[in-house]
């Protein structure tokens, strides 16, 4: 039997797209064209094989060469908080996983970014991600903000950083897994030997002007999560539920 496999897993085929380690005792279908991955809590996820779809992003899509063909490896410029450098300074190198959930890198760097946002151990107090800058990944020129609402996780009322640290015996290496990826519409293009990070397409806030002082309103706010769309299609369970009701007097 044939599986589709995880893009951080694979090999190189000598003339096709992708295929997996034999270890794993199974095969995987190898494609030339891309791998389009877009990752999201709040309206789900999909993936798209052998191909782009423009409606989930916007701009241009931001091509990243692969420094290592193994691995979805790629040169990270810097890693900065409030334009101060706190992590991969002079560049270092970073790989996009989907296997991965948390952003993962060495135990110094990830210690400079825990104390940096006052995590104690990779407990943060959840009030902390009104307050909270983005953390910025720099790669290839291109700056890649992940909110504190991203990288800081609330599990039932309980937040978490969502960072580790690994061994700097490990080396420098960074991953940047789903807490990076839930941001951005990624394509995996092993035909070219590379990767593009775009901004995916989102609604707008609402802004409530108030005594001449603007309060927004973010579209995680004002539309119901049950109501989000899924694969781009409003879910069957709850159609009537954000059907417009009109008030008979």
């Known amino acids: 039997m044939d599986f589709w496999c995880d893009p951080v897993w694979l090999f190189l ?11 794993a005792n199974h095969s995987c279908i190898c494609l030339d064209s891309p791998l389009s991955l877009l990752r999201d809590d709040q309206s789900g996820s999909f993936v798209m094989f052998g191909g782009i779809d423009s409606s ?33 300074s002079g560049g270092c190198q970073a790989i996009i996983d989907t296997g991965t959930s948390l952003l993962v890198g060495p135990s110094t760097g990830i210690s400079n970014i825990e104390s940096y946002i006052g995590a104690d151990n990779g407990t943060i107090s959840c009030s902390a991600t009104s307050s909270l800058p983005n953390i910025v990944f720099t790669i290839n020129g291109i700056e890649f903000p992940v909110p504190a609402s991203a990288y800081i996780i609330d599990s039932s009322g309980s937040c978490f950083s969502g960072f580790e640290g690994i061994p700097t ?17 990624v394509v995996f293009d092993r035909a070219n030997n590379q990767i593009s990070c775009s901004a995916k397409h989102s609604l707008p806030d609402i802004i409530f002007t108030i005594n001449g002082i603007k309060f927004p309103l973010p579209a995680t706010t004002y539309i119901h999560q049950l109501c989000q769309a899924n694969y781009g299609t409003v879910l069957q369970e709850c159609k009537e539920y954000c059907t417009p009701h009109k008030t008979e007097t």
Request: include cysteine; hydrophobic fraction near 35%.
């Open 56 to 88: 989930y992003y916007s701009g241009n899509l931001n091509w990243i060469p692969l420094s290592n063909e193994t691995y979805w490896q790629i040169t990270m410029d810097s890693i900065t908080m409030n334009g101060e450098t706190i992590a991969c």
């Open 13 to 23: 085929c000598s003339d096709r797209a992708f295929a997996i380690d034999s270890s």
């Open 169 to 185: 015996s490990y080396g420098q290496q960074w991953i940047l897994g789903d807490v990076f990826i839930r941001q951005y519409y």
